[in-house]
């Protein structure tokens, strides 16, 4: 994959804390839309790989 795989969670880490902020910054925006928005946007293949 060529990425450490530390520096692979800090990734994923600060892409989740960046869509969580931003939901929280939306009043009314549910949790959930965060998960929903993630695997349909740029995380998606995060999530594939931490599933194996």
Avoid at 27 to 48: C, H, M, R, V, W
């Amino acid at each position: 994959m060529g990425i450490p795989f530390g520096r692979f969670n800090s990734l994923i880490a600060n892409e989740i804390r960046t869509q969580s902020l931003r939901t929280m910054q939306n009043a009314g925006t549910k949790q959930t839309e965060i998960f929903s928005s993630a695997e349909t946007g740029n995380l998606k293949p995060f999530f594939l790989i931490m599933k194996k």
